[in-house]
């Protein structure tokens, strides 16, 4: 979990900073240039009008701009921090393209290595999931672990209520079901939570790789629409003046 974290901290930080000096730029900045194009009383190109519509909306309206952010984030933390927001957090995770599988697979090596650990330590395997129940970071997650706790409690082993619930892989059932029915389950828990600790290390590369130049390429269209809106306006001029 703490990898996946890592991993998106630095394009989220990126993308945060590029958006803050567009914001400037259209803000601040290119008012002054749109107010220049004014006085020159010239035809605008296309891009250059919807860049003073953007610039002006933006200018004018600055301040409650500036609040309604300030307000969104500040409804956001605390909507985070109640069990409600939370749970629809997680749930949200599990339903992103990009990143549900390292979320579930992370969520997963997590559960199997802690449980390896634990089996390998002599802890009975009740008492393991209610240790892992506790401190499972997904709360989807966490809920289908408690229904298989439950079906445990009952008498139905482990992969068996795993089985009857699509959250879990159906490889991590089936290496669990061979673990119960040869006593080596410990093994099979340490078997999959290596295997999906180099999956979810894999994949965030993976995905660290494509979040950067995606990151870059949209950075250099927004610049570029900047740059041609300026710049049009002035051939545009010059033109007038030959």
């Known amino acids: 979990v703490k990898k996946v974290k890592r991993a998106l901290t630095y394009p989220s930080v990126i993308l945060i900073v590029a958006l ?22 010239a035809e605008l190109p296309l ?9 002006d909306t933006a200018s004018d309206h600055a301040f409650l701009i500036f609040a309604a952010v300030i307000a969104i984030v500040i409804a956001s933390v605390l909507a985070l921090r109640t069990p409600a927001g939370q749970l629809a957090k997680d749930r949200f995770l599990l339903r992103m393209p990009l990143i549900k599988t390292v979320v579930l697979q992370s969520n997963m090596a997590l559960f199997s290595r802690t449980g390896s650990t634990l089996m390998a330590a002599g802890v009975p395997l009740p008492r393991i999931m209610d240790i892992i129940t506790q401190v499972a970071p997904n709360r989807i997650i966490r809920n289908a672990l408690r229904e298989v706790q439950e079906g445990l409690v009952q008498g139905h082993g482990l992969a068996k209520p795993m089985a009857m619930n699509a959250i879990f892989p159906p490889l991590m059932v089936q290496m669990y079901t061979v673990g119960e029915q040869t006593g080596t389950l410990d ?12 999956e979810v290390s894999a994949r965030l590369d993976q995905l660290t790789a494509m979040m950067e ?12 629409f900047i740059a041609l809106s300026v ?12």
């Not at 130049?213 to 570029?224: D, F, N, R």
């Open 187 to 198: 093994a099979s828990m340490e078997n999959v939570a290596t295997f999906y600790e180099s």
């Open 231 to 242: 710049i049009m306006p002035m051939y545009t001029v010059l033109g007038t003046l030959e």
């Open 213 to 224: 130049p995606m990151i870059v390429v949209g950075i250099a269209v927004v610049v570029g």
């Open 20 to 41: 803050l000096v567009v914001l400037l730029l259209i803000t601040y900045v290119l008012p002054e240039l749109m107010s220049m194009f004014d006085k020159m009383d």
């Open 47 to 55: 891009p250059t009008r919807i860049l003073k519509a953007i610039s």
